[in-house]
């Protein structure tokens, strides 16, 4: 059965730094591309970083570039985003997603797996 289990969500103030975990169950990270989406109070979700299922290709929005990092450990099966230099406006749930192949991409439509999400806040 296909799982994806988001954790390392918290609270944390201006300026400082999460770590978010993936774990994917049911299917190897060696055939599929993740990506970490985020939904803010009142808005869409929106794409913020993803990679490749074996090339190891990363994207990330604008927003985050030069903050976030992207990475995963295919032995482990699981997906790490590090976000660093947090901003108030980063605060959202953050979701992990899964798509089959070698694609991988920043569009919420091109996913169908999905985990349940990890709270972000960031506030002083």
């Known amino acids: 059965q296909v799982q994806l289990v988001e954790s390392g969500g918290g609270l944390v103030q201006p300026g400082g730094s999460l770590r978010l975990s993936c774990v994917a169950s049911?299917?190897?990270?060696?055939?599929?591309?993740i990506g970490w989406f985020r939904q803010a109070p009142g808005k869409e979700r929106e794409g913020v970083s993803c990679?490749?299922?074996?090339?190891?290709?990363?994207y990330y929005a604008d927003s985050v570039k030069g903050r976030f990092t992207i990475s995963k450990d295919n032995a482990k099966n699981t997906v790490y985003l590090q976000m660093n230099s947090l901003k108030p406006e980063d605060t959202a749930v953050y979701y992990c997603?899964?798509?089959?192949?070698?694609?991988?991409?920043?569009?919420?439509?091109?996913?169908?797996?999905w985990g349940r999400g990890t709270q972000v806040t960031v506030s002083s």
């Open positions: 049911g299917f190897t990270l060696d055939d599929y591309g």
């Open positions: 990679i490749s299922s074996r090339n190891g290709g990363t």
């Open positions: 997603a899964a798509l089959s192949g070698f694609g991988v991409s920043l569009r919420v439509r091109e996913y169908d797996y």
